[in-house]
T-cell receptor, first 112, second 114 residues
């Protein structure tokens, strides 16, 4: 039972490069989320998707785009990476009506 | 807007000693309350949750937490810490009025001395 799978686990980018972080869940959950984790700031919500075909901004959406490709997959794209986007990114999912979110292992991103 | 405060950034305890991690929240009502643990290089794992009812909740790995409405607190406790409990612990709240946006505290890093 894989749960929430994130790829890649590590990535180094140069300023201005683009990349997409992938997330897939096999729990048939409707809702999916992207967070970033920075030292001393806990986790902050970037975007979320309450159901397939819908996405909404979270607390820190600037510089990011998302795609809910299907019920299983929710990707996060950085169009032009900046050093301020160096962070650990977590994907999570939850079932509608459940208040429990399940997290992936994270992607460590460094932007030089 | 809701917020969560974890006043202790780092805590060091000896193996076998008791542990209490503090969490205070700000919200207009009683939210749903959670504690997550993050081991080095890992994702977040749910330790326990409070939705309603008994204010003392039991979780995995021998952890418990007590909700105190009067203090807007949800402190995490463990009677005897094991070296494997060394990790970062996050308190989080979810509004009960709808929506699914978790608000996290800044985390407490636990070090266990052998």
């Amino acid at each position: 039972n894989a749960g929430v799978t994130q790829t890649p686990k590590f990535q180094v980018l140069k300023t201005g490069q683009s990349m997409t972080l992938q997330c897939a869940q096999d729990m048939n959950h409707n809702s999916m989320y992207w967070y970033r984790q920075d030292p001393g700031m806990g986790l902050r919500l970037i975007y979320y998707s309450a159901s397939e075909g819908t996405t909404d901004k979270g607390e820190v959406p600037n510089g990011y785009n998302v795609s809910r490709l299907n019920k299983r997959e929710f990707s996060l794209r950085l169009e032009s990476a900046a050093p301020s986007q160096t962070s650990v990114y977590f994907c999570a999912s939850s079932e509608t009506g459940s208040n429990i979110q399940y997290f992936g292992a994270g992607t460590r991103l460094s932007v030089l | 807007a809701q917020s969560v405060t974890q006043p202790d950034i780092h805590i060091t305890v000896s193996e076998g000693a008791s542990l209490e991690l503090r969490c205070n929240y700000s919200y207009g009502a009683t939210p749903y309350l959670f504690w997550y643990v993050q081991s080095p290089g890992q994702g977040l794992q749910l330790l326990l949750k409070y939705f309603s009812g008994d204010t003392l909740v039991q979780g995995i790995k021998g952890f418990e937490a007590e909700f105190k409405r009067s203090q807007s607190s949800f402190n995490l406790r463990k009677p005897s810490v094991h070296w494997s409990d060394a990790a970062e612990y996050f308190c989080a709240i979810l509004p009960t009025g709808g929506g699914n946006k978790l608000t996290f505290g800044t985390g407490t890093q636990l070090k266990v001395e052998l």
